[in-house]
């Protein structure tokens, strides 16, 4: 039996070296990113708990656009990944100008919709508390910070739309070094601007705001251009911006494919923002604990990220080459392997639960509400790691609206509703309601076991698309 279960579960050594060249740059980048908003938070975090406050706010704000930006290129992705499994490269050239024609116009009405009605989201997440805290400063750092974000809106539709294509066709090396180029000058214009270092002006929040900027320009320049200097390797880039056309067929199938897609992380992306406002129902101090708590979680699920980009990527191109069985067999090693994984890294979080927090310039409270998170974090990461994995599953093979019905439904159904109803109506602490939300995932497994197991999922998407 241990046998059978071996062969179901565990990969060779070769499958695990593959798996490990695919992942390690996405980790690497990923990692480095989530290390450098760590620092960036701690940074800020200095300037007060209102600044602080101000920043997550606008940030869980422009989550919901990068959501819905991620969204909106995975439907393409979908194809990206299927077509260079098949070797239609002008189908890849498609999928790439489908992605920059739908994230800069999305960048466009976020900025629009952002200009317009910055001041009322901002203030939802504003509530007096026995805790205290300067609600109008909080305010007023929070705009100041977001006028700036919204210059770096088009700049990251860019990077998005090439490092996804990139590694569709297994190229990750390019990405992350785009990334690590742009996490550290973002890292060091944050330190000369934030606190005024070598002479500059001490700019606060709207330093760390041009940095941010700065960076994710330095990140689109730096992938167009290595993109189109290789582009006798990269042939999905020859000939890109000759023009705008797209096949009606190929945009008929990624809408259909895709809409769900987008429609789940913008939904998905608003539900989570309203979870983060429900919390904030409780004072500035909640603000600022699930804001450093949410940066820690970041760092420490950098795996789980790369895992979901790897099965999006491994199983997406065997199912474009035809090998449904494979591509069912592979799932089921990787999902083993994700879990597993996770368990150890579940368990990390809780170790260092108690000592992250004392980092910040923060308050006692903050700090110690910030290590009761974590627990409760690393404590539920295990399931919602494989809920992550079976979610890039289902994508994979352009069961969109199972997904949007599985992600985004779910979210609104269950976690939402208890976020809102027991932060308002209830005197459950604010650990009692995260905990709930956090462990709501289980019935998020049983579902998603459900569906693998139906193999509905497995489908090649590409089989009659020219």
Known sequence: MFKKYKEKFIGDREFYANLIRLIIPMIVQQGITSFVSLLDNVMVGRLGTESMSGVAIVNQLLFVFNLTIFGGLAGASIFGAQFYGKGDHKGVRYALRFKLIFSVLMAVIAIVALLFFNNPLISLFLTESESGGDLVLTLSEAKNYLFVMLIGLIPFSFSQSYSSTLRETGETVSPMTASIIAIVTNFVLNYILIFGSFGAPRLGVVGAAIATVIARYIEAI???????????????????????????????????????????ELFWSIGTTMISQSYSTRGLTVVAATNIAGTVWNLFCVIMFAMGNAVSIIIGQQLGAGEIEEAKRTDNKLLFFTVVLHIGVGALIAITAPFIPLIYNTTPEVQRLTTELLFVAGAALPIQAFAHVTYFTIRSGGKTFITFLFDCVFTWLIPLPIAFFCSRYTALSIIGIYALVQFADIIKVIIGSILLRSGIWANNVVSDVD
């Open 222 to 264: 730096y992938l167009i251009i290595h993109t189109h200097r290789r582009e006798k390797t990269f042939i999905f880039a020859q000939g890109l911006y000759k023009s705008l056309y797209l096949p009606g067929a190929v945009v008929k199938k990624i809408l259909l494919t895709g809409t769900p897609l987008m429609l789940n």
